[in-house]
């Protein structure tokens, strides 16, 4: 990361959105916060939900946790980028937050489904950068939900029926990352990113810098 910092610190850019998206137990939400602790040009969005919080988990950190009225009165009002139902429950992304970071030149990790992964392409375009976590094997996917263990069994059985339905979106994704084991594809998403922050298009400062520098020639 730290080769790429002083690349992208020469060269103003606007900031990108990087979505990850997976069948749930393919490791998704470990990766993510792999990359949040290596990386300190990118911020989580928070995601808004009317899933009950599971153990361990802290409202206003993995999600905010809402009612169905209160998530109702923000995609009412337009304040979500996105928004899905996934299981019988409802997800969206608070829009402000995003665009506060995207402004600052600071790129946005999401975790979010195929469903809301279209309709943020649809609304930003090129500036979103898709990438499919796959699972190495169906028992990898099965173990992983299992050890989990926040959720029953019933849950678990659909899940592993939602991950059918996941996976068959994966080719509308710029890059796959097969998740063997999360150091592996730790340094595939960090690749990944790298090389999308140094795309000419997106580093807009990069017409001035050549100026000077062609006039100082
Ligand atoms: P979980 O309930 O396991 O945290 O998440 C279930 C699914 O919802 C995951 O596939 C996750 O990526 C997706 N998800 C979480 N937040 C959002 C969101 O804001 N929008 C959309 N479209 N999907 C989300």
Known sequence: MNNHKKNSDKVERRGLMFVLSSPSGAGKTSLAKA???NDNEISMSISMTTRKPRPGEINGKDYHFVDMASFDEALKAGTLLEWAEVFGNHYGTPKAPVDEELKQGRDVLFDIDWQGTQQLREKA???VVRVFILPPSVKALEDRLKTRGTDDEEV???RMKQAINQI???AEYDYVVVNETIDESLKE???ILMAERLKRERRIGLSTMVRDLTSEM
């Open 35 to 37: 990359i949040m602790a």
């Open 125 to 127: 375009g090129a500036d």
């Open 156 to 158: 678990v059985r659909a």
């Open 168 to 170: 068959s979106h994966w």
């Open 189 to 191: 998403l960090t690749h």
